[in-house]
């Protein structure tokens, strides 16, 4: 069982940055792969990051490619989510997740977060 709670979002104007993070409880964070998700009023929830387990493999959405960066800590067990250059289009709940092995699929993941807002002003 894998416990997450996500922090750092918030109300930031376009341009912005915001640094997410993901504390995981468990002493076997480090056997999981984490992803970030978003889900936007009104529209699926949408993969936007993931890092395998040992943090050397990661992927993103083309929309946020350039732009996030995903990392992980695992003597903390804790994955971040870098985010630069927000827009408003990134507005969004934002919530981590937790599987074995590295996947993109919202359904292939089992533990989530509660999630964390943000907001992008134009």
């Known amino acids: 069982q894998v416990q997450l709670v996500e922090s750092g979002g918030g109300l930031v104007q376009a341009g912005g940055s915001l640094r997410l993070s993901c504390a995981a409880s468990?002493?076997?964070?480090?056997?999981?792969?984490m992803g970030w998700f978003r889900q936007a009023p009104g529209k699926e929830r949408e993969f936007v990051a993931a890092i395998n387990w040992s943090g050397d493999n990661t992927y993103y959405t083309d929309s946020v490619k350039g732009r996030f960066t995903i990392s992980r800590d695992n003597a903390k067990n804790t994955v971040y989510l870098r985010m630069l250059s927000l827009e408003p289009e990134d507005t969004a709940v934002y919530y981590c997740?937790?599987?074995?092995?590295?996947?993109?699929?919202?359904?292939?993941?089992?533990?989530w977060g509660q999630g964390t807002q943000v907001t992008v002003s134009s």
């Open positions: 997740a937790a599987r074995k092995g590295l996947r993109v699929g919202a359904h292939e993941y089992d533990y």
């Open positions: 468990g002493r076997t964070f480090s056997s999981y792969a």
